[in-house]
């Protein structure tokens, strides 16, 4: 293997979070390689809405404008629909002004991301497979690769190396002790000329035995994401779609069927894992994980590129502010102080998006969460300020989850408690203690009994 290259940051991935930081260090002094092993336009029923906390750090790095000229649909707040009964919740508004997320075709919002990132004088685009980090003695300084259609491996040295290969990450292990876990599968269909109840709204149908959401990706086409709890796949056939059809079709508010039903004849599904993994960062001199390699939680609540984009940004900022790139102990900090700040602003987007999908397993606790939504006023636009990412206050968080907990006690309770209702409270409250307490400690909050008591 001969050395053919050497710059200051490359970037392994060139998908949301790998192009996104590109374009954000694009036009400064920072030496950028990319190496993506596919650089064509792809089909994926992940990354496709995106929060107004996710668009709010666009902003910040000056992205914002790649949100515009593929079809991207505005999203304005959420309706839930559960038993026949319906609501809707608008996002808030931050200094008068309506906070927005987008729904979007995650193909198309890529090929913007590289676009824009191939247009920058400072960053190189390379085709090709990463084979492998190139380490010694516990320092990462760089990679080897292969261009597309080409044999030969070449060698490219790096002052930092930022792993960012997705869900499916060949390298993380390198950089992490990670703990990842498949909750579910989302099996996923395109609407198309779906009327939605609420337009530019999230939907999501509280139904049995799972959630399933909705949402519009174009000005045509609409997504929708039925959930299947456990590790196994869903299987194509007679058997799955009868269980479209008959199960989750009748659930589904009216003017949705007609389009879902085309959709399930149509038989295009795409099917994918959801992931459970929490930020289990390895400090190695030269490397640092971003995105999907890094940390992922449950994609009910369209989070994981909210949280992408605000690790590009607390990362990209911390790189910006590095003098000298050939001061391994400058990239390190910047390293090291990215990894110690992300938890502030990540921790209630993760906590939520996995204990949510808990809520939507119990029974019990989600016809109360529901129930407490639909009251409005702060005990619907507090939740979804966090879930929008405009807020991010984790005391806020787990004050309104337990408050959910309280409500439901009192509604079972009501109109007079006996022994069966007193069993169901108590296991109602011990399963909302043992699905919001480990999604905690996966964030660094390992005291909490002193964060309740702070409440």
Do not use: W
Request: hydrophobic share 40%.
């Amino acid at each position: 293997m001969e050395s053919k290259k050497t710059c200051d940051v490359c970037i392994v991935g060139g998908g949301v979070a790998g192009a996104a930081l590109a374009g954000y260090l694009g036009g400064s002094s920072i030496n950028v390689v990319v190496i993506e092993k596919n650089l064509t336009e792809q089909d994926r029923i992940v990354g496709e809405l995106l929060q107004p906390g996710g668009v709010e750090m666009l902003e910040r790095m000056g992205l914002q404008h790649l949100l515009d000229g593929f079809d991207a649909q505005p999203v304005t707040g959420y309706a839930l629909f559960m038993n026949g009964e319906n609501f809707q919740i608008a996002y808030p508004e931050t200094n008068g002004k309506l906070n927005t997320g987008r729904g979007m075709r995650n193909g198309k919002f890529v090929q913007r991301l590289r676009d824009n990132m191939k247009l920058q004088q400072n960053v190189t685009v390379i085709e090709g497979s990463v084979t492998g980090l190139l380490e010694e003695e516990g320092r990462i300084k760089g990679v080897t690769y292969k261009t597309k259609g080409e044999d030969e491996t070449l060698c490219l040295n790096a002052k930092l190396t930022v792993v960012s290969d997705g869900i499916f990450s060949v390298f993380r292990n390198q950089l992490s002790n990670p703990q990842k876990k498949v909750s579910g599968h989302f099996l996923g269909l395109v609407l198309k000329n779906c009327e939605l109840p609420y337009p530019n709204h999230g939907h999501v149908i509280v139904a049995k035995p799972s959630p399933v959401l909705v949402y519009p990706i174009t000005s045509t086409e609409t997504r929708m994401l039925i959930d299947f709890p456990g590790e196994d796949a869903p299987r194509k056939g007679e058997e799955l779609k009868n269980y479209l059809l008959n199960t989750i079709g009748n659930q589904l508010p009216s003017s949705i069927r007609n389009s879902f039903t085309e959709a399930v004849e149509g038989g295009k599904f795409k099917v994918m894992p959801n992931h459970i993994m929490a930020a289990r960062p390895v400090m190695k001199e030269g490397g640092v994980l971003l995105g999907d390699s890094l940390n992922m939680r449950h994609p009910l609540t369209g989070g994981g590129m909210t949280v992408a984009f605000t690790d590009v940004y607390l990362l990209g900022k911390n790189l910006l502010e590095i003098a000298d790139f050939s001061k391994s102990a400058e990239v390190s900090s910047a390293v090291a102080a990215f990894y110690k700040t992300r938890n502030s602003q990540t921790a209630t987007i993760n906590i939520l998006a996995d204990a949510l999908y808990g809520v939507m397993r119990n029974e019990d606790l989600k016809e109360a969460c529901f129930n407490y939504l639909k009251r409005g006023g702060s005990y619907s636009q507090e939740p979804v300020s966090i879930l929008s990412a405009v807020s991010r206050d984790v005391k806020l968080l787990i004050r309104h989850f337990f408050a959910v907990a309280v409500y439901g006690v009192k509604n079972i309770l009501s109109p007079f408690p006996n022994g069966k209702r007193l069993m169901r409270s108590y296991n109602m409250l011990k399963d909302s203690v043992s699905i919001i307490v480990p999604l905690l400690r996966n964030e660094g909050f390992t005291d909490v009994n002193r964060l309740r008591a702070k409440l």
